[in-house]
């Protein structure tokens, strides 16, 4: 009798002819990128520094494509958008010491975003390992410390022979689900000294399924189909796992209406008849979800933004499914169905009952009337105007990547986000900085459709210099600049609760002329010309440039 783990994989002659003689002038840095290959990667991102030069020389050796930014916190910030769109892992290559501390922010995002995100950092000399103080040059007492609160799980390779192995490991933490980053790191020396070791050809790091429990989904299933007032939050796990076909397919045979979460845009629908659209920060929509008898929360953890800021307080069963096994139950007492979203999904649609109510539709028509009566009592137009002059000059299918400011936080509840894993935003972990070079990882992945980026004036400055990214890849993405002179959201934040906003004013650049001299075509508009004026830019190759000066309000808020 033959098990499966007593087959062994022979080697073909040919195989074992061409480890006996690998090629001359390889190192260590040749054993990461030809991993790297074999995974399956096609891009990868980074700065170089001192200690890491050994795998930025063995790139030219490989067929891999680099796109180089120029701070390791906005190169974290685009691999996390090409782990998004894709859904593949993104390699990110970082020195040590400083070069791998500046990327911490980027990958807190990533670590909240679920992005799949490959980090391998350089380290001091392997003499210099152990927490001495020998003075190398970026020398950190425990550089793995450092990362081991933000990542999903940390690898090291101490000799060349363990590189495969650990980025391999690495490779299907990444993947699997929740998907997150993930941290490697390689001493100097191993990266530069020469190697007699095989090439590395295909490696497999397929990652685990996290597969719903039987007798979960059942008492789920009966659950649901009993319901007299169902309902469903679908998050961000919903996108990631592209479910959002099975999602449809179960609110309809339920007649269940669906409200997405800021991470879940584009999950459902937007005018569906059972779509509550994302208006989470709003009382009437929070009313609504906790006067279910059975709420279905699927791919969310029901953290801050998603719960109204902590005013929800569901009054019936909830069942949540959510891969992340530290976010099930961790808000709410639920039926906690640890899988992904995807899996759990097919498994309800097999076994729930069709439900006949011919009354959804027509309440989910009442939570959008009351919503939209709150939002007009305000006198936002020019708010309004502004995005919906967005999303007339953004193409459906192209991606968009929102920075923490206040049109962001409009789009958010209001901006209908036409496809699943369209719309992106910093919101998992909130750092400023991210809009402008997370669409530029996005447009790295797929140069046939235009990108856009929307930041505010104190977000841009954050990425500045990845303009000069932009320019130097061709990289197809227009970013939209609302100037308002400051940090408007903390600028609001500050007067409601102190009477006076302190900190919050900025001296800034001419925008247009400063995106001219890297060479990028830049255009200041107004809300009346916004819609053409970008639409123009979005359809022209390359980056562009859009400056809209103006100050916009947050509509009041309801959780207070």
Same mark, same amino acid.
């Given at each position: 009798m033959t098990h499966d783990h007593d087959l062994v994989l022979r080697p073909t002659e040919a195989q074992t002819a061409a480890a006996l003689n690998p090629p001359a002038g390889r190192n260590g840095g040749d054993l990461v990128v030809e991993t790297l290959a074999g995974l399956g990667a096609t891009t990868v991102f980074g700065l170089p520094g001192q200690h890491a030069l050994g795998m930025f020389d063995a790139l030219r050796r490989s067929s891999l494509s680099y796109i180089g930014l120029r701070v390791e916190n906005n190169a974290g910030f685009a691999a996390d958008a090409y782990g998004r769109i894709t859904g593949e892992v993104a390699p990110l290559l970082l020195s040590t010491g400083p070069g791998a501390l500046m990327s911490l922010a980027a990958l807190q995002e990533s670590a909240a975003a679920s992005a799949p995100v490959l980090a391998i950092g350089s +380290?001091?000399?392997?003499?210099?390992? /152990?927490?001495?103080?020998?003075?190398?040059?970026?020398?950190?007492? %425990?550089?793995? =410390?450092?990362?081991?609160? !933000?990542?999903?799980?940390?690898?090291?390779?101490?000799? +060349?022979? +363990?590189?495969?192995?650990?980025? *391999?490991?690495?490779?299907?933490?990444?993947?699997?689900?929740?998907?997150?980053?993930?941290? !490697?790191?390689?001493?100097?020396?191993?990266?530069?000294?020469?190697?007699?070791?095989?090439? !590395?050809?295909?490696?497999?790091?397929?990652?685990? $399924? !996290?597969?719903?429990?039987? $007798?979960?989904? =059942?008492?789920?299933?009966?659950?649901l189909s009993g319901a007299a007032r169902p309902a469903i939050i679908a998050g961000g796990g919903v996108v990631r796992s592209d479910a959002s076909g099975k999602l449809l397919a179960l609110a309809e045979k339920l007649n269940a209406p669906v409200v997405t979460t800021f991470g879940g845009k584009g999950a459902f629908p937007w005018e569906h008849p059972l779509s509550l659209q994302s208006w989470l920060e709003d009382r009437h929509t929070t009313d609504f979800l906790e006067s279910a008898d059975v709420l279905l929360v699927v791919g969310s953890g029901l953290g801050e933004l998603s719960s109204n800021y902590h005013t929800f307080a569901p009054r019936g069963r909830v069942v949540q499914i959510e891969a992340d096994a530290g976010k099930l139950e961790s808000n709410h007492p639920a039926l906690g169905i640890h899988a992904d979203a995807r899996l759990a999904l097919s498994a309800l649609l097999e076994t729930v009952e069709e439900r006949e109510d011919d009354t959804a539709a027509e309440s989910v028509r009442t939570v959008l009337d009351r919503v939209r009566a709150r939002i007009a009592a305000q006198e936002l137009t020019l708010e309004q105007q502004v995005l919906a002059s967005v999303r007339e000059a953004l193409p459906d299918d192209a991606p968009s990547f929102w920075d923490?400011?206040?049109?962001?936080?409009?789009?958010?509840?209001?901006? %209908?986000?036409?496809?699943?894993?369209?719309?992106?935003?910093? +919101?998992?972990? /909130?750092?400023?900085?991210?809009?402008?070079?997370?669409?530029? /990882?996005? *447009?790295?992945?797929?140069?046939?459709?235009?990108?856009?980026?929307?930041?505010? %004036?104190?977000?841009?400055?954050?990425?500045?210099?990845?303009?000069?990214?932009?320019?130097?890849?061709?990289?197809?993405?227009?970013?939209?600049?609302? %100037?308002d002179g400051g940090y408007g959201i903390l600028r609001e934040y500050m007067q409601d609760t102190f009477g006076e906003a302190t900190a919050t004013e900025l001296s800034r650049p001419d925008f247009v002329a400063l995106a001219e001299s890297f060479g990028v075509p830049a255009v200041r508009t107004t809300p009346q010309s916004l819609a053409e004026d970008l639409a123009k830019s979005l359809t022209e190759p390359g980056p562009s440039v859009v400056v809209l000066p103006a100050v916009l309000r947050m509509f009041a808020p309801t959780h207070l």
């Open positions: +380290q001091v000399p392997t003499a210099g390992l /152990g927490g001495g103080r020998h003075g190398y040059l970026h020398e950190l007492r %425990d550089q793995q =410390a450092s990362f081991r609160d !933000v990542v999903k799980s940390v690898h090291t390779a101490r000799t +060349q022979s +363990q590189i495969p192995s650990a980025i *391999a490991a690495a490779w299907e933490s990444a993947l699997t689900a929740p998907h997150g980053p993930v941290w !490697v790191e390689i001493p100097q020396d191993v990266l530069l000294a020469p190697t007699t070791l095989p090439v !590395v050809t295909a490696m497999d790091a397929t990652p685990h $399924e !996290v597969v719903p429990r039987p $007798e979960l989904t =059942a008492v789920a299933a009966h659950l923490m400011t206040i049109l962001a936080y409009w789009a958010w509840s209001a901006f %209908d986000a036409r496809h699943p894993n369209t719309m992106h935003s910093a +919101q998992g972990a /909130g750092g400023l900085g991210y809009g402008f070079p997370a669409a530029l /990882g996005a *447009a790295a992945a797929d140069r046939t459709r235009p990108v856009l980026a929307v930041s505010g %004036d104190g977000g841009a400055m954050y990425s500045i210099a990845e303009l000069a990214t932009a320019r130097q890849y061709d990289l197809p993405v227009t970013w939209l600049i609302v %100037d």
